[in-house]
């Protein structure tokens, strides 16, 4: 498909795939700065709905609408921790978006999209570029998933020291927070403020959720925590991986 403008020709095509693969990079850099753990199929659904680029080639809607439209995405997706993703989201993409606009030759950036004016080696030799980074990335990103399986941290409520695991695997929230689970042997009485379902692999169960004023979790201080307490925990302490925006 091709789209006539007077004497431009844009690709729609190679904008969506260019596109697409400069959002793979910007998650891929987001998950390296925030320590974030994505799934293959977490990456693809970002890809799928964050990339509008066929749309914005054709209607020409206002300026920062994309800009806009990502942070209601961000919202969606990551709730009350978009306030730490959305602007390294935004300034990861804006950056590689200017790089190529003022290095590579029949690109433009309109709309806040990167559009491909004709195809010829220079549009293609900057695709075989983003692909090899972006590839590149996801290796290093996967090797790191693998060393990440052991992650335990120091954790300490007052003066009581704790033993806590980081599990990719948790992705329960409560009130839009991440939510962390306790073995509820280990800890002091805490007044409970509410009671929540909670699927698991094997079955599904009640659990009880206390708020803990503050926690400091590898030297780093974090207040205001919902905690789901579990009677059957192997370790002391399972965290998200998502708390505090992946910075631990």
């Known amino acids: 498909m091709s789209l006539w403008g007077g004497k431009m020709i844009v690709y729609t095509e190679v904008t969506y795939f260019i596109n697409a693969l400069l959002l793979f990079l ?14 293959k199929k977490e990456i693809l659904k970002y890809i799928l709905t964050f990339n509008i680029s066929v749309i914005l ?3 020409d809607l206002f300026d920062g609408f ?10 969606f997706y990551f709730k009350k921790q978009a306030y730490i993703f959305y602007p390294i989201f935004i300034f990861i993409y804006i950056s590689m978006l200017s790089f190529f606009d003022l290095c590579v030759d ?8 990167l559009i491909v004016e004709g195809f010829n080696i220079s549009s293609l030799f900057t695709i075989v570029i983003i692909a090899l980074i972006a590839f590149y990335f996801y290796i290093y990103y996967c090797s790191l998933l693998l060393e990440s399986k052991n992650d335990y941290v120091d954790i300490f409520i007052g003066n009581k020291q704790y033993r806590g695991f980081i599990d990719n695997g948790n992705k329960v929230y409560y009130k839009g927070y ?11 009485k805490y007044k409970i403020i509410d009671r929540i379902q909670i ?4 079955k599904e169960d009640t659990i009880e ?3 803990i004023e503050e ?7 974090i207040h205001h925590l919902y905690v789901g307490l579990i009677e059957e925990l192997e370790y002391d302490c399972i965290l998200s991986p998502k708390l505090m925006g992946g910075i631990l």
């Open 26 to 39: 910007s998650f891929e850099i987001l998950a390296f700065l925030c320590n974030i753990r994505m799934t």
């Open 57 to 59: 080639t054709y209607i």
């Open 66 to 75: 994309l800009i806009l439209y990502y942070l209601i995405l961000c919202l």
């Open 106 to 113: 029949g690109m433009i950036v309109f709309q806040e999209v």
């Open 178 to 188: 991440p939510l962390i689970f306790f073995n509820k042997n280990v800890l002091d």
């Open 199 to 202: 699927h698991t692999a094997l």
């Open 209 to 211: 959720i206390i708020e």
């Open 215 to 221: 926690m400091i979790v590898n030297h780093q201080t």
